[in-house]
């Protein structure tokens, strides 16, 4: 066996004992019509279709992002969601069965969210596995007059065992930072083939993560977001949906402190500066 496949078979292995413990929530469609902060009923409706896995369905992501919006004080907007996400499904495997389709053709949608699988970038045989499936959703996207926009991943949890050459050699998963320039490098690619935005959220992680007060965003497994990843991922698409400054945004996600949350908006607003 040689060491590349070697490697591919221990990576397979480790996503799998992941999907294992998380839970696999599969096409489903739902307005937040649980939102903290009602919005007003003149507000402008913006329908949002979210696709990927679990780094979209982990504590509903789609919804916090309307409850953002909506607790907006100055300029709240409502936010309406459907959702196409299965556990450790790439987006080329989302295009290969009905449902998703489904749900995508059943109401016209202004954006299109398309969030690939965490390693599709990191492995170069999968990366056109990647390019396909975007090719595919963003051509359905503007057929229907909807605009898609790239959802960028992160890198695994500095000092976590993904960096770790005895597990995984042949990797080249060497630090953080290098990851994250991977990451980059091919979503920025793929992103400009489709003429599709991207939302940078690898990159505000990587800037806000070190910074003195900054909460952890990390779920044990380290590499899946907690709630407090979450909202901040939240609150950057509120900006990038919308164009809107986060000052009057009241929405805090459960389990979140005041200081935390201060932290989250200035991060999410500014990045690292």
């Known amino acids: 066996m040689t060491g590349k496949s070697s490697f591919l078979n221990m990576v397979i292995a480790a996503i799998g004992l992941i999907v294992m413990v998380i839970c696999c929530i599969k096409y489903f469609a739902r307005q937040p019509e649980h939102v903290k902060d009602p919005t007003p009923p003149n507000a402008p409706t913006i329908w949002v279709f979210f696709l990927g896995n679990s780094y979209t369905f982990f504590h509903d992501l789609p919804h916090m992002i309307a409850a953002v919006a909506a607790s907006d004080t100055q300029n709240p907007v409502n936010i309406q969601t459907v959702m196409a996400a299965e556990g450790n499904h790439t987006l080329d495997e989302l295009w290969n069965e009905t449902e998703p389709r489904t749900l995508y053709l059943s109401h016209h949608f202004d954006w299109m969210v398309l969030q690939e699988h965490s390693m599709q ?114 609150l950057l698409f509120y900006r990038y949906l919308t164009g809107h400054s986060l000052e009057h945004v009241t929405y805090v996600a459960s389990g979140i402190g005041t200081e935390s949350a201060r932290f989250l908006k200035k991060c999410a607003s500014y990045g690292g500066k």
């Open 121 to 234: 970038t990191l492995i170069p045989e999968w990366i056109p596995v990647m390019q396909r499936g975007m090719i595919n959703w963003s051509n359905l996207a503007r057929k229907s007059g909807t605009q898609p926009i790239v959802y960028e991943t992160w890198s695994r949890k500095p000092g976590s065992d993904w960096y770790d050459p005895a597990k995984y050699p042949n990797s080249g998963m060497i630090n953080p930072e290098q990851m994250q320039m991977q990451i980059d490098r091919v979503t920025n690619a793929v992103a400009a083939q489709i003429k599709a935005p991207v939302v940078p959220v690898g990159d505000y992680w990587a800037a806000c993560r070190p910074l003195k007060g900054a909460p952890e965003i990390y779920a044990p497994d380290a590499t899946h977001p907690n709630v407090v990843g979450t909202y901040l991922i939240a």
